[in-house]
């Protein structure tokens, strides 16, 4: 099984509607990370995460919210979804201290907005 | 502010030739780390290295090598006698120590296309 796990791995939807996109790790990790993922413009970072307390805005997280119920869980909701929110959607994981940085992803959510 | 640019968009190589594929970087803090992540057609995102900013030593793993200059805040990544499954799209990224290393910000991609 893989160690960071993402639901749904692909979503077809309609404007306006509310979309949540789930993450759990089995990795022990503190840090969690949102990315999108658009043709020509590589990974964007929406939300990340340092412990259950602590959420922090990327660069693009207008539209977004997310939600970090516990170490391992960390949510990405879509309030009212909108074509251009049309993407891949990635989770990632990273350590603390030496290693700090290096992320490990799920296998990606790949969303259809219409 | 950090940012990274990686100026080819697509590269196209036949097998068996070396190919360089470039990464320039900004930032302000001094203590920074830089990573290249492999993404195969089948989608998922691979680690291939991560570097301080206090190394300036060259890596070499197999027919990979990466050449990190501070002078000219470049990481390149060269790929030597390149493979078919060497295709990919590769992402330079980089991490700045004063955000606690937490936010990670990537290159827009440079797809390798290695043909038979």
């Known amino acids: 099984d893989a160690d960071v796990t993402q639901t749904p791995r692909n979503r077809i939807t309609k404007t306006g509607k509310r979309i949540m996109l789930e993450c759990s790790q089995t990795?022990?990790?503190?840090?969690m990370y949102w990315y999108r993922q658009d043709p020509g413009l590589g990974l964007r970072l929406i939300y990340y995460?340092?412990?259950?307390?602590?959420?922090n805005k990327g660069e693009i997280s207008d539209g977004y919210s997310v939600s970090r119920q516990a170490q391992a869980k960390f949510s990405l909701s879509l309030e009212s979804a909108i074509p251009n929110q049309t993407a891949l959607y990635f989770c990632?994981?990273?350590?603390?201290?030496?290693?700090?940085?290096?992320?490990?992803f799920g296998e990606g959510s790949r969303l259809t907005v219409l | 502010a950090q940012k990274v640019t990686q100026a080819q968009t697509e590269i196209s190589v036949v097998e068996k030739e070396d190919v360089t594929l470039d990464c320039v970087y900004e930032?302000?803090?001094?203590?920074?780390?830089l990573f290249w992540y492999k993404q195969p057609p089948s989608g998922e995102l691979v680690f291939l290295i991560r570097?301080?900013?206090?190394?300036?030593q060259n890596e070499i793993s197999g027919r990979y090598s990466w050449n990190f200059q501070k002078s000219t805040s470049s990481f390149n990544f060269t790929i030597t006698a390149s493979q078919v499954v060497d295709s990919a799209v590769y992402f330079c990224?980089?991490?700045?120590?004063?955000?606690?290393?937490?936010?990670?910000?990537f290159g827009a991609g440079t797809r390798l296309f290695v043909k038979a």
């Open positions: 995460s340092f412990d259950v307390k602590d959420i």
């Open positions: 990224a980089l991490s700045e120590a004063g955000t606690g290393g937490f936010k990670t910000i």
């Open positions: 570097r301080n900013s206090f190394d300036e």
């Open positions: 930032t302000r803090d001094t203590t920074y780390y």
């Open positions: 990795k022990g990790h503190d840090r």
């Open positions: 990632a994981t990273s350590l603390t201290g030496q290693k700090a940085g290096e992320l490990f």
